[in-house]
């Protein structure tokens, strides 16, 4: 590809260019490590990195041409405004917009997203029909899973990967889409044919600074449909939608909705309910525990039945899918101690509400709980989650989620503000230990919800130290060493 195809694309935010227009490039990066003979270079600052510092290096591994934010000296390149949106238009250019060759669905929401998707990705399959997702716990590229440190991957690797799925005859492209990719312009030039809103509630003020600005980035994705795309979004947001001019399909409790949810009915087995439709009155009945999983549901069933799917054949599929790895998580082996466990990913206020009142319903014994919080994020909503946990929970074991750097005594201390008084809490800093000491205290019949890590493989301490550490693997491990210590965590 040469310059000159790209720069008329680029032209919105181009300064300056300094380089033949002629030239020719075959590869395309904007990570340090990832790069060929005859690259296009796009220099990024992040928090903690930058690497116009690196353009030495760079070049010698390849690059023949820089995008950049500031001036180099001694290499070819084009300065923008911002590289982020650079990458974005480039990637776009480079790959041929794939994203017209595929049904596209991005989703976004405070929580819900990696159910919606992986459930949208299942009843694909059920339907057979082949494609990819991109999200938190896994990304399956045409069958080629793999895992990433981050929600939405940046701009390069999202338009490659649908690439690759229309190169392999793939038919869509199911992902998450986070406020911070949002923020940062790593979807910007994806068009959707299907956007789905779970939620809004707080999470991220950190990076966002305040909630409004928090709420614009999620809602941001609605300028991203393509000309005949479809918002399907939770009723309670309608309100909050500026732009009026797209397709909106409406779900919820709300009798005003599209598709209104009717008497959830929650055992251990899953959950069943009503679902009123444009097409008639269904019910629809999942593994999935959890009351708020039938608003996941529901996002998906409106989705693919807007877009031309038989909502009879879509439901019906929905009731092999079994959920996703470290999301309301049952460890079927602590049902040899007498007792139910929980992994789950909660980490915000809402969503640690949500699984606890959930969970009650279905729980004749006691909730415990075991919770805390990550490092170099919100800490407003620290105490927040004390108060919510020891309100819903019988007990609450406070320990340590990722730190991140920070001193992990502190993030407790944090949450403590909020714990109510006269409720059993208890602090243990050690994770396993926390884990440990809440199956020793469980009786028969109670129920054990460990929260905020979900499906992750390691515990982050700082950006030099991590440890694996999995809930799911940690917890089993401590089941089978007490059940072979003839040891009881029941009376």
């Known amino acids: 590809m040469k310059i000159k195809e790209i720069l008329k694309a680029l032209s919105s935010v181009v300064l300056k260019v300094n380089c033949d227009e002629e030239m020719e490039f075959d590869y395309i990066s904007s990570n340090s490590k990832d790069i060929k003979e005859n690259s296009l270079f796009i220099c990024r600052k992040g928090f903690n990195f930058d690497s116009h510092k690196l353009v030495d290096d760079i070049s010698e591994k390849g690059a023949k041409v820089f995008v950049v934010e500031e001036e180099i000296k001694d290499y070819p390149y084009i300065l923008v405004v911002d590289s982020r949106i650079a990458e974005s238009i480039i990637s776009d250019i480079f790959f041929n917009k794939p994203y017209e060759k595929l049904i596209t669905f991005g989703v976004t929401g405070t929580n819900g997203k990696t159910t919606t998707v992986h459930l949208f990705h299942h009843i694909m399959h059920e339907l057979g029909i082949k494609g990819s997702i991109s999200g938190t716990v896994m990304n399956d590229i045409m069958g080629d899973k793999f895992y990433h440190h981050n929600t939405t991957p940046g701009a390069i690797e999202i338009t490659k990967n649908m690439y690759k799925t229309v190169r392999e005859n793939g038919k869509y492209y199911a992902m998450e889409v986070s406020s911070h990719a949002l923020s940062q312009y790593r979807v910007e030039s994806i068009k959707y044919d299907i956007v789905g809103i779970t939620n809004i509630t707080r999470d991220h003020l950190d990076f966002h600074q305040t909630f409004e600005n928090y709420k614009k980035a999620k809602l941001h994705i609605l300028n991203l449909l ?5 918002a399907v979004i939770n009723h309670k947001l309608l309100k909050d939608i500026p732009n009026k001019n ?14 209104v949810i009717h008497e959830i009915n929650s055992n251990w087995s899953g959950i ?18 959890g009351d708020f999983n039938a608003f996941n549901i529901t996002l998906v069933i409106a989705a693919l039945s807007e877009i031309g799917y038989d909502i009879d054949e879509v439901i019906s599929s929905i009731s092999t899918f079994r959920g996703v790895d470290g999301r309301l998580e049952v460890i079927s082996e602590a049902k040899k101690l007498g007792i139910e466990i929980i992994i789950d990913f909660a980490h915000t206020p809402d969503a640690l509400e949500k699984v606890i009142l959930s969970l009650r319903k279905i729980t004749k014994g006691r909730i415990i709980t075991v919770f805390g919080a990550g490092g170099q994020s919100d800490i407003g909503k620290r105490p ?29 201390k944090d949450i403590e503000m909020g714990i109510v008084p006269g409720s059993l809490s208890l602090s243990i800093i050690d994770r396993k230990e926390a884990i440990d000491t809440a199956i020793t205290l469980a009786n028969r019949g109670d129920v054990i919800l460990i929260a905020g890590r979900g499906h992750e493989p390691y515990q982050v301490f700082n950006e030099n130290y991590k440890v694996p550490f999995k809930d799911r693997d940690v917890t089993i491990d401590i089941i089978y060493k007490k059940i072979n210590k003839g040891e009881k965590t029941f009376k």
């Open 246 to 259: 797209i397709k909106i399909i409406t779900f919820g409790i709300d009798n005003d909705s599209d598709y």
């Open 226 to 230: 393509k000309p005949n795309g479809i």
């Open 272 to 289: 069943y309910f009503r679902l009123e439709t444009p097409y008639g009155e269904k019910k629809v009945a999942s593994q999935l525990l």
């Open 384 to 412: 927040i989650m004390g108060k919510i946990v020891s309100k819903y929970s019988d007990i609450s074991i406070i320990t340590t989620d990722d730190p991140r750097g920070e001193d992990p005594e502190e993030i407790i």
